[in-house]
């Protein structure tokens, strides 16, 4: 919190002067000390990234310029205020810190509020201030990597231990030793008792109470604070942090590397790694903010199925009028995050959810949205979600009048720029964050081979099936080298990040299907009539309108016919929807072609399928194509 009132008034109209004035402003005021809780002054050093000196020398132009105000929630901004800045030799055991070995800092920054957590990015020049349509944000450039890094991520084989008999060890889920853990993880521990000051958040993930579980971070800076603020579930007041004790922690050394990692065994100096057992993670070498977000999804998928519980990678939203949820799977560019996005509906989350023995809840505090192309047209509730508060990572920005402007067209950084932003962002989001079982869960496939139909309805046998193969495609253009449409199969539609074996969350979706009921749908979002370069996208009218249908109970009630390569069961007919291509060989003028094409791709499903085959409970390969 600031000081006084007048630092309050300085603040909002250091703000209002955009970007470079803003940073300088803010600096000058910050340069004078903060006030904590505690009312201990305290004062902020420097520890800017080389990258984010990346913002200056842009001058091309933007597609939106405008800068209309937008009034933040302030209400449930203002609830999180649990904020403690310990100060002197007590501060590390205060913050809880000192069990982990870090001993040294005397100034603990922990739960900053919103307000403060921009304060402090300023001061330390961790980034810029951002000018965006609906408000200024902050914005950071996370430096060489700016997505995951898969092969830098490993999980420790402790044998003996549960998690050696019960995780799904590949390349994925890559094996490293106690030692290695050992030496890392004195390592980042060493490296924060050189700091006088740390960055420290006790928060949850899992909205569900039964489900739920407590997680500490350690930072080095204040931008990743930020990150997990909005990204996780936070505390909304200090009796739930007393005597906190984590489930979990994370200690992100993101500004140090492992020399020894050729000696370690490892993939390079960067290094993610988790050990279950001793309940730590450490991480070296990237500035990424989805490592802190990720990690703790994988380790939720291998928490729940151990108590019975099912963790999905899926958006979720609910009937505004009843408790009626449904669930949308589906790989990158599918239409997950447009498609739960309903007027109709309320959001429940955009990315990872669980289903329990009460219904689904949301594991996050917030939305993590790629801003690639983005425009308030085609995704209105991510571009009004980027205001004050939301944080910017590696998106362009060009000066236009004195600020900084983001552009979210030029990809030249990366495809990947995203945007962290808590959930209470989103109009009319269901903020129980918790809903009952679900009537509807829905495949996404963006389907470039133009042979998946529109919808399908799935039975019981062919949603495990599909939602194992996880499939999608990639599309010319997308990719460096890809010249015509490619089969992507993520298992369960989220393969990265599977600690255990596939077969096991398929196991959990059939026993929660068998035991709450619901309806499984496979929607093509991808092309009809032909593939990609012959046929045309699906209209998001058309997928609006089966979506529709399927959610207020038209589609159950339809009349079926059975589509002959996939076995699967097809409507006539669905309101709204033009009934010619709802049958994908009708939509093809070329009979022939479509059979070819069609047998083709059944064969990627086979082939793909095969690594399944005898695997888990039940042998789904006879609920796939038959070739």
């Not at 039964?210 to 604070?225: D, G, L, N, T, Y």
């Not at 739930?240 to 993101?254: G, M, R, S, Y």
């Not at 999905?312 to 589906?330: I, R, W, Y």
């Not at 590696?394 to 808590?422: A, C, H, I, M, W």
Request: net charge negative.
């Amino acid at each position: 919190m600031l000081a006084s009132t007048s630092g309050r008034i300085m603040l909002r109209t250091a703000t209002s002067l955009g970007g470079k004035t803003a940073l300088r402003a803010l600096t000058a005021r910050a340069a004078g000390g903060f006030v904590s809780s505690t009312s201990s002054n305290v004062s902020i050093k420097s520890n800017a990234h080389p990258a984010n000196k990346m913002w200056l020398n842009q001058t091309h132009q933007v597609a939106y310029k405008s800068s209309v105000a937008h009034q933040p929630q302030t209400s449930e901004r203002d609830e999180y205020n649990v904020s403690k800045t310990l100060v002197g030799p007590t501060a590390c055991s205060e913050a809880g810190i000192d069990k982990l070995g870090i001993t040294s800092p005397t100034t603990i920054y922990k739960n900053l509020t919103y307000q403060e957590l921009f304060e402090h990015e300023v001061a330390n020049n961790e980034g810029v201030v951002a000018s965006a349509e609906y408000g200024d944000t902050f914005a950071v450039d996370t430096g060489k990597f700016t997505g995951r890094s898969p092969k830098d991520k490993w999980l420790v084989l402790n044998e003996g231990s549960d998690s050696a008999k019960h995780v799904d060890w590949s390349n994925i889920n890559q094996a490293t030793t106690p030692e290695v853990f050992q030496e890392l993880y004195d390592k980042a521990v060493a490296h924060f008792n050189t700091l006088d000051r740390a960055y420290v958040f006790d928060c949850f993930v899992g909205a569900s109470p039964k489900s739920q579980r407590k997680i500490r971070f350690v930072h080095e800076m204040a931008w990743p604070q930020h990150f997990v603020t909005n990204m996780f579930i936070r505390p909304e007041s200090e009796d739930q942090l007393k005597d906190f004790e984590p489930d979990f922690t994370v200690i992100n050394a993101c500004s140090q590397v492992d020399e020894d990692w050729q000696r370690h065994n490892l993939h390079s100096d960067v290094a993610v790694v988790f050990n279950i057992e001793e309940k730590k993670a450490v991480i070296f070498g990237t500035y990424y903010g989805g490592e802190n977000k990720k990690g703790i999804f994988s380790l939720m998928n291998y928490w729940l199925p151990m108590d019975n519980q099912f963790p999905m990678h899926c958006s979720a939203n609910v009937c505004k009028e009843t408790d009626e949820s449904a669930l949308f799977f589906g790989l990158s560019g599918t239409g997950k995050t447009t498609l739960s996005a309903d007027p109709k509906r309320a959001l429940i989350g955009d990315d990872e959810h669980g289903w329990d023995e009460d219904g689904i809840f949301n594991f996050e505090g917030g939305c993590y949205a790629k801003t690639i192309n983005l425009t308030e047209q085609t995704e209105p509730d991510i571009y009004r979600a980027i205001h004050t508060d939301a944080l910017l990572e590696n998106v362009k920005l060009v000066e236009q009048d004195g600020k900084l402007v983001p552009d979210y067209f030029d990809v030249t950084k990366t495809e990947n720029g995203r945007v962290s932003y808590p959930i209470f962002h989103i109009d009319g989001y269901h903020k129980p964050q918790m809903a009952g079982h679900p009537n509807n869960i829905i495949f996404l496939a963006c389907d470039a081979f133009g042979v998946l139909p529109p919808v399908a309805k799935l039975t019981s046998g062919q949603a495990m099936y599909h939602f194992i193969s996880g499939y999608t495609a990639k599309v010319a253009g997308t990719e460096r080298g890809i010249v015509e449409p490619t089969p992507n199969f993520s298992a369960c539609f989220g393969a990265a990040f599977l600690t255990l074996h596939p077969t096991r969350y398929a196991d959990l979706l059939q026993e929660k299907l068998d035991g709450h009921g619901g309806q499984a749908w496979l929607v093509n979002t991808g092309w009809s009539g032909g593939a990609y370069g012959t046929g045309e996208r699906m209209s998001i009218k058309t997928t609006r309108g089966i979506i529709d249908a399927i959610l207020d109970g038209s589609a159950l009630n339809a009349n079926y016919v059975k589509e002959e390569a996939f076995g699967l069961d097809i409507p006539a007919e669905l309101p709204g929807v033009d009934s010619h291509v709802l049958n994908p060989k009708n939509a093809w003028e070329d009979k022939d072609a479509y059979d070819a094409t069609a047998t083709k791709l059944a064969g990627m499903f086979v082939k793909n399928f095969e690594k399944y085959a005898g695997k888990g409970t039940v042998d789904y390969t006879q609920y796939g194509p038959q070739i």
